[in-house]
């Protein structure tokens, strides 16, 4: 905060981030303390400005006055009643906080969230207001800046079963950096397809989140807990829906690239039996699979749009049906800007599709492990056909649809 030139800071965030505190501690010291903000004549009240060198000013008073209190062992006893104090009363609110650190983990023990740093010491705890339905480990979380403060958030999903006859209900939780919750969300929606109507409680499934113009988005994917149909809702950071895409099948996954330019959302085709991959716009993600009209998977009730691409694998000759804890589906960036989209044909076994920076399919390829479960099918008599007569050993089949072209068939 020294030895450069004076700059001017244009929000609160920006003063903030110079002094290396949070927004709601410079807003105090600014009310208490005299922190030397500005004010835009005629502006709002958030509309502010300082100078770099009158905080360097400021902050070196502020030291000394500091240095030179008296007893400061009595201080420090103050501090640490405080201290105490404010556990007890977080802890009569459903919130126990620690020493301040930032979220690396999250997990849920007993119903309560619990948060942890790098090291793996507990920062605080939330207990959730329902119950909540048995489930294995907790995986479907995220930790970002929802709030918009600088520090890092928990976007978590949990099954709410206030009894144990009832059906569970997926639910959204936003928790701010300090165990406070900022909002929560269920998807109540009814869905309509040629098959039939679809309706609530949803299925949770993958949380994402990533930025718009700077602008938080939580991607949350959920599926029917009986039948195929499926939806991705996308969420501001305020827990406003801006966008929801519907799947003819499950998504398991979604995916933001390493340019930022696409959402990708993978799983399943039901209509065209294999693994799926929507490549979707991540500021307008709504819309629906592209299905044929009049058939049992076209979605008479969805959000309009469409997806920026819709890119199928179908299943190969050694494909079996994946246990329950293995994505069909899985989207892996690359530093080089590509992204690569794996349909898992088994365990460790997968067709691998390469996008370039610009979202074009450029290459598709088996996986090394290909060709050996082919070999052990073969010799279990699963398989009647050797490689060299093997439908895909010049390369996996994939299709892909774009709103400019329709279906086509890449070899």
């Known amino acids: 905060m020294s030895g450069e030139a004076p700059r001017r800071l244009a929000s609160w965030k920006e003063i903030a981030a110079y002094l290396q505190r949070e927004v709601r501690t410079v807003i105090r010291w600014e009310k208490e303390r005299g922190l030397p903000v500005?004010?835009?004549?005629?502006?709002?009240?958030?509309?502010?400005?300082?100078?770099?060198?009158?905080?360097?000013?400021?902050?070196?008073?502020?030291?000394?006055?500091?240095?030179?209190?008296?007893?400061?062992r009595r201080w420090l006893w103050a501090a640490a009643g405080m201290a105490t104090l404010l556990i007890a009363v977080g802890a009569a609110r459903g919130v126990i906080a620690w020493p301040r650190g930032e979220i690396a983990a999250l997990d849920v023990v007993d119903g309560r969230l619990v948060a942890r740093n790098a090291s793996g010491r507990a920062l605080w705890t939330y207990q959730f207001p329902r119950p909540l339905a048995p489930r294995g480990p907790l995986r479907d979380t995220s930790v970002a800046d929802v709030s918009g403060d600088g520090h890092a958030d928990a976007v978590v999903m949990v099954d709410e079963q206030p009894q144990r006859d009832m059906q569970a209900v997926a639910m959204l939780y936003a928790i701010d950096s300090e165990g406070r919750e900022l909002w929560r969300r269920s998807l109540?929606?009814?869905?309509?397809?040629?098959?039939?109507?679809?309706?609530?409680?949803?299925?949770?499934?993958?949380?994402?989140?990533?930025?718009?113009?700077?602008?938080?988005?939580?991607?949350?994917?959920?599926?029917?807990?009986?039948?195929?149909?499926?939806?991705?809702?996308?969420?501001?950071g305020a827990g406003q829906r801006v966008g929801t895409f519907v799947n003819a099948g499950w998504i398991q996954s979604s995916h933001i690239t390493a340019n930022g330019r696409a959402l990708v959302a993978g799983g399943f085709s039901n209509s065209r039996d294999g693994a799926a991959f929507a490549v979707l716009d991540p500021e307008h993600p709504s819309g629906a699979s592209p299905e044929d009209p009049g058939s049992p998977y076209a979605c008479g009730s969805c959000p309009p749009g469409a997806p920026l691409r819709y890119i199928v694998v179908p299943w190969t000759d050694i494909a079996t049906v994946l246990p329950p804890d293995e994505r069909a589906?899985?989207?892996?960036?690359s530093p080089g800007g590509t992204t690569e989209l794996y349909a898992q044909q088994r365990i460790n076994t997968a067709v691998i599709v390469e996008l370039s920076?610009?979202?074009?399919?450029?290459?598709?390829?088996?996986?090394?492990?290909?060709?050996?479960?082919h070999r052990r099918l073969e010799e279990q008599g699963v398989l009647k056909h050797d490689r060299a007569h093997c439908p895909f050993r010049n390369g996996p089949i994939v299709r892909e649809w774009t709103p400019e072209d329709g279906w086509r068939e890449i070899r």
């Open 38 to 72: 500005h004010r835009i004549p005629g502006g709002q009240r958030r509309s502010v400005f300082a100078f770099t060198d009158e905080l360097d000013e400021w902050a070196a008073g502020a030291q000394q006055e500091a240095d030179g209190r008296p007893e400061p």
């Open 188 to 236: 109540p929606d009814a869905l309509g397809f040629g098959a039939g109507s679809f309706e609530a409680p949803w299925q949770p499934g993958d949380v994402t989140t990533y930025t718009v113009r700077g602008q938080p988005r939580i991607a949350w994917a959920v599926h029917h807990y009986t039948w195929w149909p499926s939806m991705l809702a996308v969420f501001d």
């Open 329 to 333: 589906a899985t989207v892996i960036g």
């Open 357 to 373: 920076p610009s979202l074009e399919v450029i290459g598709a390829r088996v996986s090394d492990t290909f060709w050996e479960w």
